[in-house]
């Protein structure tokens, strides 16, 4: 045997790893993890505010085109609605014989989504909800146009869906599964909760249909956000444009303040991603 073959029997005569050199490489690779955890972290976090930013920008453009089609602005719910429908309308849960989401079936009565069709419409001038009246009238006119192209004088259209969207959670927070059905039909953002619709009168509350100025989350959002909670104040008058938010990674509005009133979050303001039109 060799002089160096020699030696490397002597260091090491089983041919494994000592002690000291696995305690070496452990340590170097806890260092390594130490490195790519936090980087692989900030780069997911990242990707999904690109991906909430990406989402905004959508909905922004089809509720400005819902706008441009219809002369008004609607809910979150309806822009991936469809002209027409099956007569069933939104429920929760889900009617399992409901396979089409259309116009048509937001005017039906013992809408989850509240007094159909007077809590639709959004006047773009106002900001405000129409009055039903009005709303009705708007409806009807929806619906005629949609099957008589060409033959009723158009002043209103629906031409949708004017969107699509993949996430979407039950009302218990939890996200859906192959087979289950029972959504809000109000999109998601990255971080599981609904994107929210305001106007210059406030937040859209769902599913009453009506603008708040200030609430508790749990009030304003307790029925649609697993991260709802009591104890603090919102501030929800916060925008002069029709705008859209997600209340980003932390799932909250704004950033907490301390207020002679006490504690204060302002929606727009913090890790909150928005996109006015």
Not at 5 to 17: Q, T
Not at 120 to 144: C, H, K, M, N, P
Not at 186 to 193: K, S, T, V
Request: hydrophobic residues 35%.
């Amino acid at each position: 045997m060799g002089t160096m073959a020699k030696r490397m029997a002597y260091a090491n005569p089983r041919g494994g790893f000592s002690i000291l050199e696995l305690i070496i490489a452990v340590i170097i690779i806890g260092i390594l993890v130490a490195i790519i955890i936090p980087i692989v972290s900030q780069r997911s976090r990242e990707a999904r505010i690109a991906a909430a930013e990406s989402d905004l920008e959508h909905l922004a453009d089809a509720m400005h085109r819902v706008s441009i089609d219809t002369g008004y602005m609607v809910r979150l719910f309806m822009l991936d609605d469809s002209n027409g429908g099956d007569s069933i309308p939104l429920t929760i849960p889900n009617d399992p014989n409901d396979s089409i989401d259309g116009i048509e079936d937001e005017g039906l009565g013992g809408n989850y989504y509240g007094p159909a069709p007077s809590r639709y419409f959004i006047d773009g001038r106002t900001q405000d909800f129409i009055d039903t009246v009005q709303s009705q009238v708007v409806w009807e006119e929806l619906l005629a146009n949609q099957t008589n192209y060409g033959v009723i004088p158009a002043t209103t259209r629906w031409n949708g869906p004017y969107m699509n969207w993949r996430r979407d959670l039950d009302v218990a927070g939890v996200l859906l599964g192959p087979g289950e059905t029972a959504k809000d039909d109000i999109p998601d953002d990255p971080w599981g909760n609904n994107y929210l619709f305001f106007t210059s009168k406030g937040l859209l509350n769902e599913p009453e249909g009506e603008f708040v100025i200030r609430a508790t989350l749990a009030d304003a959002l307790g029925s649609q956000n697993p991260n709802a909670g009591g104890g603090i104040s919102y501030q929800c008058d916060v925008f002069d444009r029709p705008t859209v938010l997600s209340m980003g990674p932390d799932g909250l509005p704004g950033d907490t303040t301390t207020r002679s009133t006490g504690q204060t979050r302002i929606f727009g303001t913090g890790d909150d991603i928005t996109r006015s039109f």
